[in-house]
């Protein structure tokens, strides 16, 4: 087994619905090499809330709004394109 850390993550994505079949993208964070939001900040021409940009390329979700008992998914990318899908059921409140 290799080890990583979240250095490796080029993306994750989570799916707060996640069906057991079907992940459909609810969040994103592209951590990506150097700034992976460079360009957009550069089309978009506006100013920019440094503190929410951090968020989205972070190791930590914005809140989840998904019911306890129901499944989130969560898929990373790594920068050599391996994907690892976990599947984690919410507890109770």
Same mark, same amino acid.
């Not at 506006?46 to 989840?64: F, N, V």
């Given at each position: ?37 460079? !360009? ?14 951090? !968020? ?18 969560? !898929? ?9 899908? !976990?599947?984690?059921?919410?507890? *109770? *409140?």
């Amino acid at each position: 087994m290799r080890e990583s850390s979240t250095a490796d993550i080029a993306c994750w994505f989570l799916d707060t619905e996640y069906d057991g079949q079907s992940f459909f993208v609810r969040q994103a964070y592209f951590r990506g090499a150097g700034d992976p939001y460079e !360009k957009l900040r550069r089309a978009l021409r506006a100013e920019i809330d440094e503190a929410e940009w951090a !968020k989205l390329t972070g190791t930590a979700s914005q809140p989840l709004a998904a019911p306890a008992g129901k499944l989130v998914a969560v !898929k990373t990318v790594s920068h050599s394109g391996d994907e690892i899908l !976990k599947v984690l059921t919410l507890p *109770a *409140a």
